[in-house]
C-alpha cells in the first residue's frame, strides 16, 4: 500500500451533537492508522463566532417554542425544488468565507457530517477535484440538501436509504458512525460495576446533551405501577437545573438513579435492557448497536419524525406522544419474564467499515 501521509479533514456543524459526535467517532478510529493526520473542523468558525451563537440560540428556541416553524421550514427545503437556489447561495458564501481555512488545511480527504460542509465542500471540489469528499448522513433518513454534485461517496445508515440518492451516485449502506466503547461486548461486567441486580429492568432515559425530556413526569408516572424489579437510570447531560430538580424530589427513591454529564454513556447504554429517547440519528444508531428495548417520545419535527417512522417500521422501536402509554409500556416490559429478541443492527463496525473504505479509495484515486 503507498505510504503516502494522508490528511483528514472532518466537517461538522454543532447543529445538535450527532454530527460532532459522528465525526469524533471517525477521529477515534483513524487514529489508529498510521500515515494519518486529522483536523476536526467546525464550519461556524467560518465566520464571526457571535452569528454563529445567534443562529444556534435562535434554532434551539425555535424547537422549544414554535416547532411547527421548524417543520416548515424542513418540508419546504425537502421539496423536489423551490429551496436549492437558497441552499446553494448559503453554502457558496460560506465556502468563499471558509477558503483561506481549507486551503490552511489543504485536505487530501474531506469527510462531511452535516448537510452544510457538504454543500460547502461540494463548491470548492470544483477547483480542487483531487480532494476525495466523502458525506456520512446522520439521519435515518436524507434530505435533499444532503444530495449535492462532486461527492465522491455517501455514507447511510440502511440498504433501504439507497434509492434516496440518484442513480449514478455511490452510496455505501455501512451505518452511522459510533464510538468504540460500543462494539465492545460487556453488559455483564458493567452491570456488576455498576450494582444493578441481574433480576432488574433497567430503564434509561436519555434527553441528549441539554436533557429535552419530562424525566420528572415520566419518572411519576412510573411510580404509579409500583414496579419492584424497575430500577430508572436519568441522564440529565449538560442540564444541570433538571438535574438538581430530579435530585431534590427522587433523591430518596433507591430504584431512581440521576446522572449528569458523562462520559460513560455507552456503558450505560450497554448495560441497560430499556432506553426511552429522542430520534436523534447518532442516538438511534447507538441504540440499535446496543439492542435496547428501544421507546421514543414525541420526536421532534423533521427529521426526529422521520427517523422515528424508519425505526418505527423498520427496527421494531416503539414511538409514544403521551406520558401515560409510554410508561404503560414500560410496565408491560418489566412484568415480562423475557424481554424482545435483541435487535439485529448491521452498523455496529460502521466506523471501522468507513474509514478503510474512505482510505483505500482515496490512495487509489491519488
Same mark, same amino acid.
Given at each position: 500500500?503507498?505510504?503516502?501521509?494522508?490528511?483528514?479533514?472532518?466537517?461538522?456543524?454543532?447543529?445538535?451533537?450527532?454530527?460532532?459526535?459522528?465525526? =469524533?467517532?471517525?477521529?477515534?478510529?483513524?487514529?489508529? /492508522? $498510521?500515515?494519518?493526520?486529522?483536523?476536526?473542523?467546525?464550519?461556524?468558525? &467560518? &465566520?464571526?463566532?457571535?452569528?454563529? +451563537?445567534? *443562529?444556534?440560540?435562535?434554532?434551539?428556541?425555535?424547537?422549544?417554542?414554535?416547532?411547527?416553524?421548524?417543520?416548515?421550514?424542513?418540508?419546504?427545503?425537502?421539496?423536489?425544488?423551490?429551496?436549492?437556489?437558497?441552499?446553494?447561495?448559503?453554502?457558496?458564501?460560506?465556502? /468563499?468565507?471558509?477558503?483561506?481555512?481549507?486551503?490552511?488545511?489543504?485536505?487530501?480527504?474531506?469527510?462531511?457530517?452535516?448537510?452544510?460542509?457538504?454543500?460547502?465542500?461540494?463548491?470548492?471540489?470544483?477547483?480542487?477535484?483531487?480532494?476525495?469528499?466523502?458525506?456520512?448522513?446522520? +439521519?435515518?433518513?436524507?434530505?435533499?440538501?444532503?444530495?449535492?454534485?462532486?461527492?465522491?461517496? /455517501? *455514507?447511510?445508515?440502511?440498504?433501504?436509504?439507497?434509492?434516496?440518492?440518484?442513480?449514478?451516485?455511490?452510496?455505501?449502506?455501512? !451505518?452511522?458512525?459510533?464510538?468504540?466503547?460500543?462494539?465492545?461486548?460487556?453488559?455483564? =461486567?458493567?452491570?456488576?460495576?455498576?450494582?444493578?441486580?441481574?433480576?432488574?429492568?433497567?430503564?434509561?432515559?436519555? !434527553?441528549?446533551?441539554?436533557?429535552?425530556?419530562?424525566?420528572?413526569?415520566?419518572?411519576?408516572?412510573?411510580?404509579?405501577?409500583?414496579?419492584?424489579?424497575?430500577?430508572?437510570?436519568?441522564?440529565? !447531560?449538560?442540564?444541570?437545573?433538571?438535574?438538581?430538580?430530579?435530585?431534590?424530589? *427522587?433523591?430518596?427513591?433507591?430504584?431512581?438513579?440521576?446522572?449528569?454529564?458523562? +462520559?460513560?454513556?455507552?456503558?450505560?447504554?450497554?448495560?441497560?435492557?430499556?432506553?426511552?429517547?429522542?430520534?436523534?440519528?447518532?442516538?438511534?444508531?447507538?441504540?440499535?448497536?446496543?439492542?435496547?428495548? &428501544?421507546?421514543?417520545?414525541?420526536?421532534?419535527?423533521? #427529521?426526529? #419524525? $422521520?427517523?422515528?417512522?424508519?425505526? =418505527?417500521?423498520?427496527?421494531?422501536?416503539?414511538?409514544? #406522544? $403521551?406520558?401515560?402509554?409510554?410508561?404503560?409500556?414500560?410496565?408491560?416490559?418489566?412484568?415480562?419474564?423475557?424481554?424482545?429478541?435483541?435487535?439485529?443492527?448491521?452498523?455496529?463496525?460502521?466506523?471501522?467499515?468507513?474509514?478503510?473504505?474512505?482510505?483505500?479509495?482515496?490512495? #487509489?484515486?491519488?
Amino acid at each position: 500500500m503507498d505510504k503516502k501521509k494522508l490528511k483528514v479533514l472532518l466537517l461538522s456543524a454543532p447543529i445538535g451533537s450527532g454530527h460532532r459526535m459522528a465525526a =469524533e467517532a471517525i477521529k477515534e478510529e483513524l487514529a489508529d /492508522y $498510521n500515515n494519518v493526520e486529522v483536523v476536526h473542523g467546525n464550519v461556524f468558525s &467560518f &465566520f464571526p463566532k457571535v452569528l454563529g +451563537d445567534t *443562529f444556534l440560540a435562535v434554532y434551539l428556541w425555535i424547537l422549544k417554542v414554535c416547532p411547527c416553524l421548524y417543520q416548515m421550514t424542513y418540508a419546504w427545503g425537502n421539496k423536489q425544488s423551490g429551496s436549492l437556489w437558497l441552499r446553494n447561495l448559503i453554502n457558496k458564501a460560506l465556502m /468563499y468565507l471558509g477558503s483561506s481555512y481549507l486551503q490552511k488545511i489543504n485536505p487530501d480527504i474531506v469527510i462531511a457530517t452535516h448537510a452544510t460542509p457538504t454543500g460547502i465542500m461540494s463548491f470548492y471540489k470544483e477547483k480542487h477535484p483531487e480532494i476525495f469528499l466523502g458525506v456520512v448522513v446522520t +439521519d435515518f433518513t436524507v434530505h435533499k440538501w444532503w444530495i449535492c454534485p462532486n461527492v465522491d461517496t /455517501y *455514507f447511510v445508515a440502511d440498504e433501504r436509504l439507497v434509492t434516496k440518492f440518484p442513480a449514478n451516485d455511490v452510496v455505501k449502506a455501512f !451505518g452511522i458512525p459510533i464510538r468504540k466503547a460500543f462494539s465492545v461486548d460487556n453488559a455483564e =461486567e458493567l452491570r456488576t460495576n455498576f450494582s444493578w441486580q441481574k433480576e432488574e429492568k433497567v430503564c434509561l432515559i436519555m !434527553g441528549g446533551g441539554d436533557g429535552l425530556l419530562p424525566m420528572e413526569e415520566i419518572i411519576s408516572s412510573l411510580n404509579k405501577y409500583m414496579l419492584e424489579n424497575l430500577r430508572i437510570v436519568c441522564v440529565c !447531560g449538560k442540564n444541570e437545573k433538571l438535574k438538581k430538580q430530579l435530585e431534590l424530589k *427522587f433523591g430518596n427513591q433507591e430504584n431512581v438513579e440521576v446522572v449528569g454529564f458523562t +462520559d460513560k454513556a455507552p456503558d450505560y447504554m450497554k448495560a441497560a435492557d430499556i432506553v426511552v429517547t429522542k430520534a436523534g440519528g447518532l442516538t438511534s444508531s447507538e441504540v440499535l448497536a446496543c439492542g435496547l428495548e &428501544f421507546l421514543i417520545y414525541k420526536p421532534l419535527p423533521g #427529521q426526529e #419524525q $422521520n427517523n422515528a417512522s424508519f425505526l =418505527e417500521r423498520n427496527y421494531g422501536a416503539c414511538v409514544y #406522544q $403521551n406520558i401515560a402509554d409510554l410508561t404503560a409500556k414500560i410496565g408491560e416490559l418489566c412484568k415480562n419474564s423475557e424481554m424482545n429478541p435483541r435487535l439485529k443492527y448491521h452498523g455496529k463496525d460502521s466506523t471501522k467499515r468507513i474509514c478503510e473504505y474512505v482510505l483505500d479509495t482515496a490512495r #487509489q484515486k491519488s
